[in-house]
Each structure stands twice: as C-alpha cells, then as structure tokens.
C-alpha cells in the first residue's frame, strides 16, 4: 500500500519540523510522520489499529523496561531470567567504542551488530579477507547515530550503545537463516512473520501465518490487501518449543514480538520489539491493522 507524495516544498517544510518536534515535541513528531506515512492524522484519543496503539504506548505507557528489552545485548539478562538462557547465541566480545574491537580474539566466522539499532548487522564469513579497518570505522559512526530521536522510540536513546560480537548462524534451510517473528499480544503468540530470501533488512521475503493454525501443516499463508502470495513455508521443526518460549517473554506486555530462529532443530533468540515499525506500518491494510489492534489492551497511561 502508497499515498501520494505531498509537492516537494512541503516536504522540506516537513523535514524542518521533524528535526524540530524530534526535540521538542514528541507527540507533534509522531502525528507528523504519521500524516506523512498514511495522509491523515492518527487517533490518538481513541487509537483502534495496532499502528495507533504503538504510538499510544510510546507517549503514555510506562515503558521503563523498554530500554532493557529493545537492548539487544542487556536483553540477555531478560531472557536468562525467564529461564531461557538456553536459546541465547553464543556472545563473543561486547565493546563500548569501535577502537576497542578486538579482532584478533574473534573467529573466522562471526556477526557484528550494535545493540541498539536496525540494519546494522555486519555479516564476516572469512575475516583473513575482511577489511577489519573499514568495519571499525562504520561501527564507529554506529555508535554515534541517535537512534529513536527521530523515530519517536526515545527508549532506545536510553541505551548504552555498545558493539557486539556473535555466532555465525548456519541455517537449516535452502533459504538461508529463516527468521520467525512471532508476535504476542498480553503474552500469546497470535501471528507469525516468515522472513526469508534475506539480502537487505528491506529486500526480504516474507509470509504471515496464524497461530496456532501455522501448527497444522495445511494451514494456508494470510493474505490480507498487502501483497500476493509467495509460497507456504514449511512450519520449522522447534514451533512448539518458539511459542513457548515466545509466550514465557512476552507474558506481561500488552504487544511484544519475538524474533527467533532455527538452528539444528532447536530455537535460538533474535531480539524482543515493543514499537514494531515505530507505529508507521504499511506492511498490512486497515482492516488487518485493525484486527491487531482489537487484540492490544491498552495499559494503564502514566504520563
């Protein structure tokens, strides 16, 4: 799904703004990219759609555990706690600034990523022919991006931004590393996200499955008004073992997404999401949008 682009002088004006409100006015922001992504202003007195709902929470909920979870190396302590500690990759280094990366401790295989952005990852499947100097001087400026300033999603201002290295996941699959993000509304997963053919963090393939329906072999991919069918994809051999685990985190937040993997047959943790595309969505159409919503209670504002 598009909207028009609005003339071009009103986009600059726009731009000016959002550099402004990102600062000032957060809840100005938001409506702003709100109206820009889908040519109205959200509701946010009574918010109906899952896109609303994430904007309601990023201005009223408490989210003091936010930054722990969207965190994507301090979310280890989280998941230890609920007693998965067994579905974490295998941690290699962790290093507050890029100067501190310690290659030669590394192995030949490993993933780079900062722990509290999106589209960051840097994939080493030979380090004997990585330009390490050129890796360092892009987590460098990594490290420096304000992430969630302009998006509105201020807990992520509230992390630590840090480096860390990981496990090279070798997929079980023709289609490469196969992503599940199962998304939970009040601790159940309802719906789970596909994600495979991964080239770009945005050129992907991806299929939408019901749960518990995706448990059933037959169950047919959903279609909705977002785009045509692509092809069923086999349920990964540890379902059962993903949504319990998906339901153990997610218990206690009105909407969370758990992104996990399959590895050998067995689950291995990706991260937790509690603004899923900041409020701003296209992926899906209103009626979808809405149906999502209906499933989200809305906690208690606190500010």
């Keep these: 799904m598009s909207y028009p682009k609005a003339p071009f002088l009103l986009r600059k004006w726009r731009q000016i703004l959002k550099k402004i409100y990102a600062r000032t006015d957060r809840e ?5 990219r709100y109206l820009e992504r889908f040519g109205r202003q959200p509701d946010l007195d009574d918010p109906k759609t899952r896109n609303e709902k994430v904007l309601w929470m990023l201005l009223h909920a408490d ?27 295998e941690l290699y280094g962790v290093w507050e600034s890029a100067d501190r990366i310690d290659f030669d401790a590394l192995p030949d295989q490993f993933v780079m ?64 590393l196969i992503d599940y993000k199962i998304y939970c509304f009040d601790g159940e997963p309802r719906f789970c996200v596909v994600v495979y053919d991964r080239i770009t963090p945005a050129d992907t393939t991806e299929e939408l499955y ?65 603004s899923p595309a900041s409020g701003m969505d296209l992926t899906y159409g209103e009626e979808f949008q809405r149906e999502m919503g209906a499933q989200i209670t809305l906690p208690k504002a606190v500010r």
């Design 113 to 176: 990523k900062t722990n509290n952005g999106y589209g960051d990852v840097s994939i080493v499947t030979d380090k004997r022919t990585t330009d390490t100097e050129a890796l360092r001087r892009k987590f460098d400026r990594m490290l420096r991006r304000r992430f969630g300033l302009m998006t509105g999603e201020h807990h992520y201002l509230a992390i630590p931004p840090r480096i860390i290295a990981e496990k090279l996941l070798v997929p079980d699959t023709d289609d490469g």
């Design 210 to 274: 019901e749960l518990p329906a995706w448990k059933d072999r037959n169950a047919e991919i959903l279609e909705f008004d977002r785009k045509p069918v692509h092809r069923y994809v086999p349920r990964p051999r540890s379902l059962d073992a993903m949504l319990d685990a998906a339901r153990r985190l997610a218990a206690g937040f009105p909407l969370v997404r758990v992104d996990l993997y399959e590895v050998g047959g067995r689950p291995v943790f990706g991260e937790m999401t509690l």
């Design 63 to 89: 989210t003091s555990q936010w930054p722990l979870l969207a965190d994507k190396y301090r979310v280890r302590e989280f998941v230890e706690s609920r007693g998965l500690g067994h579905l974490l990759n």
């Design 28 to 32: 100005k922001l938001l409506r702003l």
